[in-house]
């Protein structure tokens, strides 16, 4: 069984459309986050859902949009694409602790590979 | 803020010879410390991280690293490499206590290439 999953793998899309990647975890944890990692491979936090609360919103422009209906789940919409947007989108969990789970394992998925064009 | 820089991108190797990755950090707080690695069209998976207590940590293939905490370094090591650890590498910290929600920070990368 996979630990985290997103969808879909590969996305290829013209520049001004709006676009969603969608991840699941099935590990039980109450933390997810969106990682983007640039065409040099440098791996950036964009954001961080502690049982669907926001809790960690990096500088990211607001046409990306994390939602969570559920703990198990965070996606992240993104409107307006642009060429910048190109990256590879990984999404992660963790378990989290009250004081703050710092020290927990994250988990990540397969990546998303997005290309506008 | 943190800072984490790995000092070399690219490291080739000989199959069964030794090899080193370096991490330095910079943080004002104390950190906990992750070596993540990413094999090709894959997502990263944690290989070995410090918390507190023996310096020296081991994953369960055979690397190690070492935090040192003088020089703000947690390098990972291999005594003997296979072709299967070619990948690529992270270093990557997180705060201690605070309310950084696992929040990690991580370098540049380093690829390893193992040659046969």
């Known amino acids: 069984d996979t630990a985290v999953s997103q969808t879909p793998k590969y996305l290829v899309t013209q520049m001004g459309n709006d676009k969603s990647i969608k991840c699941e975890q099935n590990l039980g944890h109450d933390t997810m986050y969106w990682y983007k990692q640039d065409s040099k491979k440098f791996l950036k936090i964009m954001f961080s859902y502690n049982n669907k609360e926001l809790i960690i919103n990096e500088t990211v422009p607001n046409r990306f949009s994390p939602k969570s209906p559920d703990k198990a789940h965070l996606n992240l919409h993104i409107n307006s694409l642009e060429l910048g947007d190109s990256a590879v989108y990984f999404c992660a969990s963790s378990q989290d602790r009250l004081s703050g789970g710092a020290w927990e394992t994250q988990y990540f998925g397969p990546g998303t590979r997005l290309l506008v064009l | 803020a943190q800072s984490v820089t790995q000092l070399d991108s690219q490291v080739p190797v000989f199959e069964e010879a030794p090899v080193e990755l370096r991490c330095n950090y910079s943080?004002?707080?104390?950190?906990?410390l992750f070596w993540y690695v990413q094999y090709p069209n894959q997502g990263l998976q944690l290989l070995l991280k410090?918390?507190?207590?023996?310096?020296l940590v081991e994953s369960i293939n055979g690397f190690e690293a070492e935090f040192n905490k003088s020089q703000t370094s947690f390098h990972l090591r291999k005594p003997s490499v296979h072709i299967s650890d070619t990948a690529e590498y992270f270093c990557?910290?997180?705060?201690?206590?605070?309310?950084?929600?696992?929040?990690?920070?991580f370098g540049q990368g380093t690829i390893l290439t193992v040659h046969p």
């Open positions: 943080s004002s707080v104390s950190v906990y």
């Open positions: 990557a910290v997180s705060d201690v206590g605070g309310t950084s929600y696992g929040k990690l920070t």
């Open positions: 410090y918390l507190s207590g023996s310096t």
